[in-house]
């Protein structure tokens, strides 16, 4: 039941997380500076979402203590957040939402290989179950990689005049940039789901460790905005799709995303977490498709199959790898019981009846 939970949470973080950057280009097109735009929505989480959740949940509960040493680790791992956000939105404004999405599929590559030379994977090809994961992880980049050098006739054309659309596409984009950019936050997503579930197995208090950090991430942000934006018109909020940019990103990809991702590296580990980045680009094509009027390309639709195949290993080595543990749990239990012999029983029986 728990797998089946995490997975439809999951799923349904990225299809959020890819609209959500869809309107930050948006906003980042009409003027709006992304530094700003990383404190805002950081500032807004914390405010508006984080902390009444945090007062309501912990209202009839005891709240877990909190020691120096945690404090100091949720602050690094608030760094590694703002190091994420700041290269993440950087390489938007770069490039696109598209590009992101595809660039963002390195994330299991560099968490598998940070997994394991942490020790938190274990990697064994003659186990089915860890084949089926390793292959799956390089299908599904696959599968991106077609998307993103792939492009192919066009399978359905269509003609958009969509507003939203003109503002995606009217600056000129500096690719390389912004992918090299874009490259350097999926290691930092790697390294942030490694150090995130070692804090939440020291600590697992999801939603309080979450609001600490998101804290931690306002305060670095807003240092960072203040040196490198010297424009002050910029802190300047406008009732216009920069407000809107802002809420969806403060609600869904900071507050939202956030809280998910932590309660499922403590649930499942952090390379679970990265294997459903590849089905961020499946959901920038039907998005671009469906909203903005982009054509639909035969490299999109064979890339999102192979990612499909990919994602679906992924997910099958994954439940065997718990079946198996759950059986060794049952084993384990059985060879722990008391065990009395067939003999010495019918000679306890004898003896109480003699």
């Known amino acids: 039941m728990w797998s089946v939970g995490v997975t439809a ?23 709006k500076s992304d ?18 959740s945090t007062f309501i949940y912990y209202r009839n509960r005891t709240r877990p203590p909190r020691t120096v040493s945690i404090i100091c680790k949720i602050f690094g791992l608030g760094l590694i957040s703002c190091c994420v956000q700041t290269c993440l939105y950087v390489g938007i404004g770069y490039s ?21 030379i942490s020790r938190m994977e274990k990697l064994d090809l003659r186990v089915q179950s860890s084949l089926a994961k390793s292959i799956g992880t390089m299908v599904s980049i696959a599968g991106a990689l077609t998307v993103t ?28 940039i912004g992918g090299l950019v874009l490259a350097a936050s999926s290691f930092f997503l790697s390294l942030l789901y490694i150090v995130q579930t070692s804090i939440i ?10 609001f600490i ?30 407000l809107i940019a802002i809420g969806c990103s403060a609600f869904f990809a900071v507050a939202l995303r956030s809280l998910a991702h932590t309660w499922a590296c403590h649930k499942k580990g952090p390379v679970y977490v990265s294997m459903y980045k590849p089905l961020g680009i499946v959901f920038a094509i039907i998005m671009g498709v469906t909203l903005l009027g982009d054509n639909l390309y035969l490299g999109s639709v064979v890339g999102a199959t192979i990612v499909a195949f990919g994602f679906y290993s992924v997910i099958w080595g994954q439940s ?9 749990d049952i084993d384990s239990l059985k060879s722990s019981s008391p065990k009395v012999p067939l003999l010495q029983t019918k000679s306890i029986f004898c003896r109480n009846y003699a």
């Open 201 to 210: 197995r020291e600590y697992p208090e999801e939603l309080m460790a979450t």
């Open 149 to 176: 050098l792939y492009k192919g006739p066009a399978l359905v054309s269509m003609s958009s005049s969509s507003n939203l659309h003109n503002e995606l596409r009217s600056p000129q984009k500096n690719w390389i």
């Open 35 to 52: 530094f700003v735009l990383i404190v805002y929505s950081n500032a807004f989480a914390a405010i508006f979402i984080l902390l009444p």
């Open 320 to 328: 065997e790898e718990e079946k198996m543990v759950d059986d060794k």
């Open 213 to 242: 950090c998101c804290v931690f991430v306002t305060v670095q942000s807003t240092v960072v905005a203040l040196i490198a934006e010297r424009n002050p018109n910029s802190w300047r909020l406008k009732p216009d799709m920069e």
């Open 96 to 116: 696109s939402p598209t590009l992101s999405s595809a660039i963002v599929d390195l994330t299991p590559a560099f968490t598998f290989i940070l997994a394991l």
């Open 9 to 31: 949470v999951m799923v349904a973080v990225e299809c959020l997380e890819v609209g959500s950057s869809t309107l930050n280009k948006a906003a980042m097109n009409k003027g």
